[in-house]
């Protein structure tokens, strides 16, 4: 995390793991993370705030209950809190989220991704 | 603005004026925005929050009052709350934007930008 300029792509590529963010900057009291998602994620809700995907590169679904939002690069979509729902990426997928700081990625801090730099 | 997923590009072909952003999502208390920009912009700053932008397409200096920051595609800086700053773009450029509701573009409601929708 720099005072500088931000470039995504170069972010994500100093790591390659599979569902685990990287912060790679603040918004006030918000962390702006890079993550790359390949395979099925938990079903979670966040009961306390929104939850922003924005697709760098590939394709996501973002399964929720009742039907699945396909997004391709260019495309975002803002799960409301409290809703449930399960990121599904066939291929990996690039992803710019955008979420409280301390936000347990699978909204539960027992089994939540520690939350890394890039 | 819908709850089904938002195309970037789809919401900026819908308007061709600069400097006026509109309002694609709403992320909690913020508004999540695209806006078109060519020409210079007014020298501001926002005294309450940190200033979010990413490059979509085209390029963009933000210029501080010490150094200017040059944002190609893919490119973000967030301008810390209380700075001073300016953006020029000598060719068209688009951008997403995030600020808190209400946020003045220009740092003053009384020569702010009215937000529309997209």
Do not use: C
């Amino acid at each position: 995390m720099d005072s500088n300029k931000i470039n995504l792509s170069e972010k994500l590529a100093t790591f390659s793991d599979y569902f685990a963010p990287r912060t790679v900057a603040r918004l006030n009291e918000y962390d702006v993370m890079v993550v790359k998602v390949k395979g099925e994620f938990v079903w979670h809700k966040h009961d306390e705030t929104d939850d922003f995907f924005l697709v760098l590169k590939g394709k996501l679904d973002i399964q929720l209950r009742e039907r699945t939002v396909s997004l391709g690069p260019g495309e975002m979509f803002i799960v409301p809190k409290g809703v449930e729902h399960r990121p599904v990426a066939e291929e990996e997928v690039h992803l710019l989220l955008i979420e409280p700081t301390g936000t347990p990625n699978t909204g539960d801090a027992k089994t939540a991704a520690p939350r890394k730099l890039a």
